[in-house]
């Protein structure tokens, strides 16, 4: 018989280990950005969808927003706040509605999910860009990035997810625990 105390560490452990895992990819990937004519794509967003899509909201919102923060800390401290409202939020929504409804229909529970999601993260960042650099002309000009940043990592993150078969991977390996 297995004693109920160490199962809880152990499952305790798992998900600190796992949230942590995504959150350093978060970092890591947002370190770097595709050169695109007039700006950079960058690909922290399948992170934060895909990380979205497989934790609970709690555990999305520190490996998502805290990470988001903590690599533009790093990398580019301007918009870290921006970042950590802004991408924990968009993953707190996208967990919610994963794991909260549709449940016959997880697979269009996540699609909505990241959509809403993608629009949370472009609203956010050029609301963020109006405040941090005090001008509307430059967050609208950097507007088709964003959209584009979002509708990569949306799509990409769902692909890992579904196609892949991460999420499979996911909850026979810890979310069964």
Same mark, same amino acid.
């Given at each position: 018989?297995?004693?109920?105390? *160490?199962?809880?560490?152990? &499952? ?15 970092? +890591?990937? *947002? $370190? ?29 919102? &520190? ?6 923060? /903590?690599?533009? /800390?790093?990398?580019?401290? /301007? ?5 950590? &409202?802004?991408?924990? +939020?968009?993953? @707190? +929504?996208? $967990? @919610?509605? $994963? ?10 529970? *996540? ?22 650099? $005090? ?33 499979? /991977? ?8």
């Amino acid at each position: 018989m297995t004693n109920p105390i *160490s199962k809880t560490k152990h &499952v305790t452990t798992i998900r600190i280990t796992t949230t942590a895992i995504f959150m350093a990819l978060n970092i +890591v990937l *947002s $370190s770097f950005g595709i050169p695109v004519p007039g700006g950079h794509l960058y690909l922290c967003d399948i992170v934060i969808c895909l990380a979205a899509i497989l934790l609970n909201p709690l555990d999305a919102f &520190v490996a998502c927003g805290i990470g988001s923060f /903590l690599g533009d /800390l790093f990398f580019y401290p /301007l918009p870290m706040f921006v970042s950590l &409202v802004t991408h924990g +939020v968009q993953a @707190v +929504v996208i $967990s @919610v509605i $994963s794991h909260y409804t549709l449940k016959k229909h997880p697979k269009i529970a *996540s699609g909505i999910a990241v959509a809403i999601g993608a629009v949370i993260m472009v609203t956010g960042y050029t609301l963020g860009k109006i405040y941090v650099y $005090s001008t509307l002309e430059y967050a609208m000009l950097k507007l088709p990035y964003e959209i584009a940043q979002a509708a990569l990592g949306a799509v990409a993150g769902m692909l890992l997810c579904w196609k892949c078969g991460i999420r499979v /991977l996911y909850h026979k390996t810890i979310g069964n625990l």
